[in-house]
């Protein structure tokens, strides 16, 4: 059983009830036309409009019924609403992939993500990331922990390394 | 065909396709959504928002909001006074560019 999350959408009085995946799905859409739309002095009122419009079409397919909306229907809905163009051209090519960061990744940490991260950063496998690092705190009196514990503080978290991975690609893509 | 030049003419021209459906009175998005899906030209909110609000900024368009019967409010675009007089210009430009693209290939007359 997923999560259920309540969003409001622009111009929309009632909330709309997603279940995880499709909320996922729908902050993509929204966070990558955000980006292409970086540079248009509208930028907020054209989202608002897509927000409406994506509003629009829910409330369509809901027909007031209190139901969640999986993944299928948002992406048909997303679908037809279509990618927002942008000057894309230009803006992808200004900005290629954003760099990496460091951040900690919820899916599949034993701890506090802090290797989870380390590996999708660094393209190494996390097995290795959490060997290394039992093996150097061994040889060095723990001096591996502190950094954890300051890595477990400092860095912002993400959920999974899907989530990772498409945040460093969200300027790129089809043009 | 080479689809991506035609593709390239098409987006050049949904601009002055979007006056002359304006032009026929107030419209809102959906609408001309509705009058472009049947065609060559059918276009997605992605694409038309930004491009209407570009319109609006150069003073082509104008819009007011209007409460309808289902739903939130709408943006009600109508011609502005550039707009009607680029969609005029764009007109006889057209007109003359079929008569050239009609003329051009003919053998010359003796």
Same mark, same amino acid.
């Given at each position: 059983m997923q999560t259920v999350i309540h969003i409001s959408l622009s111009g929309h009085a009632t909330s709309f009830a997603l279940d995880e995946d499709a909320h996922r799905a729908l902050r993509a859409y929204l966070d990558r036309a955000r980006s292409r739309l970086k540079r248009d002095p509208d930028r907020d009122e054209i989202l608002r409009d897509l927000e409406q419009s994506i509003g629009d079409k829910l409330a369509n397919l809901l027909q007031a019924q209190a139901r969640v909306v999986d993944r299928k229907e948002i992406d048909s809905i997303l679908d037809r609403v279509g990618a927002v163009d942008g000057d894309n051209a &230009?803006?992808?090519?200004? *900005?290629?992939? #954003?760099? !990496? !960061?460091?951040? !900690?990744?919820? =899916?599949?940490?034993?701890?506090?993500?802090?290797? *989870?991260?380390? @590996? @999708?950063?660094s393209s190494i496998r996390v097995d290795w990331v959490r060997s290394i690092f039992v093996i150097v705190s061994v040889f060095t009196g723990g001096i591996p922990i502190l950094i954890y514990l300051v890595l477990m503080f400092a860095l912002p978290v993400v959920q999974s390394n899907d989530e990772y991975f498409a945040s460093l690609h969200s300027h790129s893509g089809a043009a | 065909? &080479? @689809?991506?030049?035609?593709?390239? %003419? #098409?987006?050049? %021209?949904? =601009?002055?396709? /979007? %006056?002359? /459906?304006?032009?026929?009175? #107030?419209?809102?998005? @959906?609408? $001309? $959504?509705? !009058?472009?899906?049947?065609?060559?030209?059918?276009? *997605?909110?992605?694409? +038309?928002?930004? %491009? +209407?609000?570009?319109m609006r900024r150069e003073q082509l368009l104008d819009y007011e909001w209007q409460e309808s019967e289902s739903g939130p409010p709408r943006k009600y675009y109508k011609l502005a006074a550039t707009g009607r007089r680029q969609l005029a210009e764009f007109r006889a430009y057209w007109q003359s560019l079929t008569t050239l693209i009609d003329e051009v290939g003919k053998p010359c007359k003796p």
């Open positions: &230009d803006a992808a090519a200004a *900005q290629p992939d #954003r760099p !990496r !960061r460091l951040c !900690r990744i919820e =899916e599949g940490k034993w701890l506090f993500g802090v290797c *989870q991260g380390l @590996a @999708a950063y | 065909m &080479d @689809a991506d030049k035609f593709n390239t %003419l #098409r987006k050049g %021209l949904l =601009e002055f396709l /979007i %006056l002359g /459906i304006v032009s026929s009175g #107030r419209v809102y998005a @959906a609408d $001309m $959504m509705q !009058r472009l899906s049947k065609t060559d030209f059918a276009t *997605q909110e992605g694409t +038309l928002y930004p %491009l +209407l609000s570009k």
